[in-house]
């Protein structure tokens, strides 16, 4: 009787040791050792507009791209399983500033007055926007689009881009949903330029040769972006990610994801800066 009872207790104590561990790893920071096991932790919401191609979009039904390889080898890193919702471009801003998600990784460009608002990761890729028209068009550069009509998707940085050269509230800017949107509207002669991210646009002309489009550069016009992870303001998943960000260009797997996807080799050392 008494070598059972020893035996309960070892047991129990056992039990107790494990359950403590547990609960240890599952309400850690990430930061620890122990954060690629990370099987407590919780999953993450993350949101985005998967209408972006080549960084998020639908293939049959499922969405891929770019960006989703990043959050899917941060996932990996950083021990936080991901479940990520296509809910729409204005719908990441709500979700993230009601907190209804943890994240979003969208082709988010980091700038000032989404800061007020929102926390970023540390750069995580380089844009810029540039110019699709049709190949037979007069327009050369940014100043050009002034007296034109212009398709951009909905509070992007293109809008902004745009609006700079030709004014706020200009009704010659054609506000869309999507990029996809736009670009339509440019096929269909309503308007006779989409401005928008360089690698989407670029991605776009070369897929459709029979479009006759062309894509035009003006750094003068258009100041290098970088895009990054957005979070609610305060999100303590930023300093766990910027440091899974920084072993996936020190490892060799952002390499290997962008070059995946874009036929080229990253300067890590451009985003690092
Ligand atoms: N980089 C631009 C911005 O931040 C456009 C991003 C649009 N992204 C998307 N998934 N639709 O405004």
Redesign the pocket.
Known sequence: MKKKLSIFSLVLAFILVLSACASGSGSSSGSSASSSSGTQKKTLRVV?????AP??YMDKGKIVGF?VDILNALSKETGYKVQLANVG?DP?FVELKNKTADMSI????I?SQ?KQTYDFSVPYFL?T?KILVKKNSNIKSGADLKGKVIAV?T??????AVEKIVGQNNPNVKKFK??NLAIMELLNGGADAVV??NT?IEEYAKNNPGQNLKVIMDKKAFAP?F?GLMYPKGSNLRSVFDKAINTLYANGTYTKIYQKWFKASPDVNELKA
């Open positions: 985005d507009d998967a209408t972006y960084f998020e960006d471009w990441v969208s082709a988010i460009t700038n989404r844009s926007n998707q509070a992007t940085t293109g809008q902004a999507t990029i928008a991210d989407v972006e895009y």
